[in-house]
């Protein structure tokens, strides 16, 4: 994969989530909720948290931490314009863009981007902030 997130600055909050044993997971990968307190990689869906470390596809590993809250260097989907202040969401494999309205109620909402984020490019987001 690419575009992965990069850790800039805690606290950080990691929890523990299952995930597929047969499934590789790159560090800094945006995942989200395939089941409850369940993680899958995925390019839209409700945001389950940053994977903090690698996981092998050959392994047998079913938990994985994943942070749900600290600040990140992520990057804006391909003909996006993210400004300072707009909440974000998943918008591809690793990518982000602006939330909708509604997507604060249905909880895909990834954080709150610190900066303006140009297309392709990348940019702090506090993964986390709701507001």
């Known amino acids: ?6 850790q800039v600055e805690g606290e950080y909050i990691i929890h523990d ?15 989200i909720l395939s089941d409850p307190r369940t993680a899958a990689t995925g390019e839209l869906g409700v945001f389950a948290g940053v994977a903090m470390t690698e996981k092998d596809a050959t392994s047998d590993q079913t938990e994985l931490g994943l942070c749900t809250d600290g600040i990140f260097t992520m990057t ?3 003909g996006t314009t993210i400004v300072a202040g707009a909440m974000v969401i998943i918008s591809g494999t690793n990518t982000i863009t602006n939330a909708a309205a509604g ?10 981007a610190l900066e303006d984020i140009a297309s392709n490019t990348t940019g702090e987001v506090h993964v986390g902030a709701s507001a």
Do not use: R
């Not at 994969?1 to 990069?6: D, F, L, P, T, V």
């Open 103 to 112: 997507d604060l109620l249905t909880g895909l909402v990834v954080g709150k």
């Open 76 to 78: 804006a989907q391909s």
């Open 1 to 6: 994969m690419a575009n992965e997130a990069i």
């Open 17 to 31: 989530f299952t995930v597929a044993a047969s499934t590789g997971i790159k560090q800094g990968a945006l995942l």
